[in-house]
């Protein structure tokens, strides 16, 4: 499969930015999804996650109330609605997706996912 994230931009605290990541070639249904960022110069880090079904999803604690990921399988794409910015948010944001057989489960460490986008680059300013 392949993903290509967008949406990304340079906001002021306490603004909003929809991200978008579009799956191609493969049955988007079979994957479980997630949001990881990276800052330059350190580890990428887990966001958020979403099980192929959409109904279970799991967030990182410092993102819980201000992200919200969900999918479209219409579209073959996830999006991470991230509102109430904070300079803390600034980072490069990069989709993922895994093959799955469990359409409940959610996925929260880098190695379970084996695809990912190129990532989209968020900036907040205070």
């Known amino acids: 499969v392949q993903l290509q994230a967008s949406g990304g931009g340079l906001v002021q605290a306490g603004g909003s930015l929809r991200l978008s990541c579009v799956a191609s070639?493969?049955?988007?249904?079979?994957?479980?999804m997630a949001w990881f960022r990276q800052v330059p110069g350190k580890e990428r880090e887990f966001v958020v996650a979403?099980?192929?079904?959409?109904?279970?999803?799991y967030y990182e604690d410092s993102v819980k109330g201000r992200f919200t990921i969900s999918r479209d399988g219409a579209k073959n794409t996830v999006y991470l609605q991230i509102d109430s910015l904070k300079p803390g948010d600034t980072a490069v944001y990069h989709c993922?997706?895994?093959?799955?057989?469990?359409?409940?489960?959610?996925?929260?460490?880098?190695?379970?996912?084996?695809?990912w986008g190129q990532g989209t680059l968020v900036t907040v300013s205070s």
């Open positions: 070639g493969r049955t988007f249904s079979n994957y479980a």
């Open positions: 979403i099980s192929r079904s959409g109904g279970s999803t």
């Open positions: 993922a997706a895994a093959v799955t057989l469990s359409s409940g489960s959610v996925y929260t460490k880098e190695h379970d996912y084996p695809y």
